[in-house]
């Protein structure tokens, strides 16, 4: 079991840029495929991005794509999420899972570890 912890969040106006960091402990990130997902209100969790345990082959949502990106440093074991032009729909709980697949997965019940989450909020 890996434990996971959010930060980064925030209150931004639209167009502004946030990067998130997940940080793990418990064992190396370099073991598990990761996925950042996001939960709105009243909205079911969803995949933003995932990338495998390789780190080479990344994931994003349509929503996201050319805004977002997910990268890993291994010897920091820390995860990130760097958002770009940040929309109000963008607004939510994001939160980033660990997955002991070599390929990342794109839903929740693929995840084995998950962070407690950190709120992002986008005003326009």
């Known amino acids: 079991q890996v434990q996971l912890v959010e930060s980064g969040g925030g209150l931004v106006q639209a167009g502004d840029s946030l990067r998130l960091s997940c940080a793990a402990s418990?064992?190396?990130?370099?073991?598990?495929?990761m996925g950042w997902f996001r939960q709105a209100p009243g909205k079911e969790r969803d995949i933003v991005a995932a990338?495998?345990?390789?780190?080479?082959?990344?994931y994003y949502a349509d929503s996201v794509k050319g805004r977002f990106t997910i990268s890993r440093d291994n010897a920091k074991n820390t995860v990130y999420l760097q958002m770009n032009s940040l929309k109000p729909e963008d607004t939510a709980v994001y939160y980033c899972?660990?997955?002991?697949?070599?390929?990342?997965?794109?839903?929740?019940?693929?995840?084995?570890?998950w962070g407690q989450g950190t709120q992002v909020t986008v005003s326009s």
């Open positions: 899972a660990a997955s002991s697949g070599g390929v990342y997965a794109l839903t929740t019940d693929k995840y084995d570890d």
């Open positions: 418990g064992r190396t990130l370099s073991r598990y495929a």
């Open positions: 990338n495998s345990r390789s780190g080479y082959t990344t």
